[in-house]
């Protein structure tokens, strides 16, 4: 057994006095290998490990000591009388709005809204598809019943008095919705596993354990965070990288920053990478400065880390869904194995939605669910939206079928040549080799001042972009970061 590192040892010890405890880990720093050795230390207590996800969970039920369980908060959630709704058939936004009878609920099959001089259709199939992103954002947070604030907003429709006629029709659908799925075994509506999380977590549960350990802190929502924080009876530590934190977004917060604050809980920092030499720790701690953490890292010495041109990358990654799509269809052109990270279906459902614009039919599709033509797709990207236009344009230049049977084409990753991925999806992932796609874009000077101000979540994901290497690192599509002035947010 390895000997802990002193930043390690202080951890446990930290532990050992009954403290809650925020453990700040930085990328490759050893998160798990730490909470092995904290409930290695004390055996006769029982320990709950939450993990991110499946395949954390089931290696850590394989390496974690007997007296820890190990769950994802799902997996903690779940009740097996759920399984038969959850397991029905794909139900489309259409199929959800038939089944609920909301052509009826919102008193006609369409309504059109005019936002800044056009006009825009919202049929009973869109009103439904905007009720579960609302009903989604619910699920997610720790509010007790469905609000306006949890109506997404979307691209094209932002006038206020747009958005407030969108949660006068939405909010009521959303609401049925969630009732149906709260009515037992005869709903009309597919359960997700977010559904029967939040159903959980207002019946108030109580985790039966001395310890609990909760990974990926800072990518957690709030519906989680706050059954943790009433656990009271435990003893809670949350381990994570706040500057790792990418998924606010999509309603994820900081439940270190929330245990830091909430409980009173300590603070100790891991800081020595395993995972790459110090070129690479360089690189990261240059981002880690505009991120506005006091965290850096320390390479680990005999680590062969370089940073420069990689002529065949292990894997490419990308900011934006455009760029990915652009790098696999290169890739797939010129006979390389390609595996997309998250398969192909989002890749399919975006050549599907397109077809559906193009031939004059809506979609439901959340990227394009504003727009009513590939027109009006094609006027707001070119007006609006820089990572937009990239996708239109890939559209237009390879044609949907293209991308649907590029889709196809992929291969798995552990037979691929080269793995494509966004920052997003790569996140916990590593390679020997890897190589950042230049849509990482650096931010425009102001106007007014010629500053460059770059947003900190941006730095966050360059952070995390930078960090996935093990051997050799090309990051020359980051090297406007010298030019940078400011950072806000």
């Known amino acids: ?23 700040q880990a930085g990328a490759g720093c050893g998160k798990s290998s730490t909470l092995k050795l904290i409930a290695k230390s004390d055996p006769r207590r029982s320990m709950t490990y939450i993990a991110y996800n499946r395949s954390i969970a089931a290696d850590a039920k394989r390496s974690f000591p007997g007296n820890v369980v190990a769950k994802t908060g799902h997996g903690l959630a779940f009740d097996p009388r759920y399984l038969p709704r959850i397991q029905r058939p794909v139900q489309t936004a259409l199929d959800a709005a038939k089944a609920l009878g909301i052509e009826r609920l919102t008193g006609g099959v369409q309504r059109v809204l005019t936002d800044q001089g ?24 720790a509010d007790d019943e469905i609000a306006r604030r949890h109506v997404p907003r979307y691209d094209n429709l932002t006038a206020p008095e747009t958005r407030d006629r969108i949660a006068e029709l939405v909010l009521p659908v959303a609401r049925l919705a969630w009732s149906d799925i709260t009515s037992g075994d005869d709903g009309a509506l597919k359960m997700s596993h977010d559904h029967y999380l939040k159903i959980w977590a207002l019946s108030h549960p109580r985790i039966e354990s001395d310890v609990v350990l909760l990974d990926e802190a800072q990518d957690t929502n709030d519906v989680l965070a706050r059954v943790l924080l ?31 604050r909430e409980l009173g809980a300590e603070v100790r920092t891991l800081s020595q990478s395993f995972r790459f030499g110090q ?22 010495p005999t680590a062969e880390s370089v940073v420069g041109p990689v002529e065949e990358p292990d894997a490419v990654l990308c900011r934006t869904n455009g760029g990915a799509v652009g790098i696999v269809m290169e890739a797939i052109g010129a006979g390389r194995k390609t595996a997309l990270v998250g398969g192909g279906i989002e890749l399919k459902k975006l050549a599907w939605a ?4 193009q031939s004059g039919r809506t979609t439901d599709h959340p990227d394009f669910i504003a727009f009513d033509s590939w027109a009006a797709v094609r006027e707001y990207a070119e007006e609006e939206d820089g990572s937009l236009r990239v996708l239109v ?28 991925s966004t920052v997003h999806k790569a996140k916990g992932r590593e390679w020997p080799k890897v190589q950042i796609h230049h849509d990482f874009q650096p931010p425009k000077p102001d106007p007014e001042t010629g500053l460059r101000v770059l947003r900190r979540e941006e730095a966050r994901l360059a952070y995390v972009a930078v960090t996935r290497a093990r051997q050799q690192l090309d990051c020359d599509a980051l090297a406007w970061i010298d030019t940078i002035t400011a950072v806000t947010g």
């Open 279 to 300: 070129p690479i720790a360089d690189e990261a701690n240059a981002w880690l400065y505009h991120v506005g953490t006091p965290l850096r890292l320390t390479g680990w």
């Open 230 to 260: 009433d656990q009271e009876h435990s003893q809670r530590i949350a381990v994570g990288d706040s500057a790792q934190q990418i998924y606010e977004w999509r309603g994820a917060k900081d439940a270190l920053a929330t245990f830091e």
């Open 1 to 23: 057994m390895v000997d802990p590192t002193p930043e390690q040892a202080e951890a446990i010890a930290t532990y050992g006095d009954g403290l809650d405890l925020v453990l």
């Open 118 to 141: 056009k006009q825009h259709a919202l049929t009973s199939k869109v009103v439904m598809r905007m009720a579960l992103d609302t009903l989604g954002r619910f699920c997610h947070g």
């Open 354 to 357: 397109a077809e559906a614009l």
């Open 393 to 420: 344009k890939l559209i237009d230049d390879y044609g949907t079928k293209s991308i649907i049977g590029a889709a196809d084409a992929l291969a798995s990753e552990d037979a691929a040549e080269l793995v494509v």
